[in-house]
């Protein structure tokens, strides 16, 4: 369940961490998409619609529910992005 979803506002990806689940579990992994890198392709929603989600009125992806899929199918999405602009937050 996403901040939103819980009546929270998120302000920055590494918010989530701690409203992804009842139990306020932590995700070990949390991706972010580098907004100006984004050409909007929606190719990470494709492949995982429960974390990404095309934003067409922005022209770029979000990160909408960092802990919704696996980390393997997270990592799927980063791997198939064409413009690289998918990283795993805590690889800074």
Same mark, same amino acid.
């Given at each position: 369940?996403?901040?939103?979803?819980?009546?929270?506002?998120?302000?920055?990806?590494?918010?989530?961490?701690?409203?992804? #689940?009842?139990? %306020?579990?932590?995700?070990?992994? +949390?991706?972010?998409?580098? &907004?100006?890198?984004?050409? $909007?392709? #929606?190719?990470? %929603?494709?492949?995982?619609?429960? +974390?990404?989600?095309?934003? &067409?009125?922005?022209?770029? $992806?979000?990160?909408?529910?960092?802990?919704?899929?696996?980390?393997?199918?997270?990592?799927?999405?980063?791997?198939?992005?064409?413009?690289?602009?998918?990283?795993?937050?805590?690889?800074?």
């Amino acid at each position: 369940m996403s901040g939103e979803q819980q009546g929270r506002t998120c302000v920055s990806v590494l918010d989530c961490r701690s409203c992804l #689940g009842e139990e %306020e579990q932590l995700v070990d992994h +949390v991706p972010y998409i580098v &907004e100006e890198e984004c050409i $909007a392709c #929606g190719s990470c %929603e494709e492949v995982c619609p429960e +974390v990404f989600k095309l934003n &067409e009125s922005l022209g770029f $992806a979000q990160v909408i529910n960092p802990g919704g899929a696996p980390e393997d199918r997270v990592q799927e999405a980063i791997d198939i992005c064409p413009v690289t602009c998918i990283h795993w937050a805590d690889d800074r």
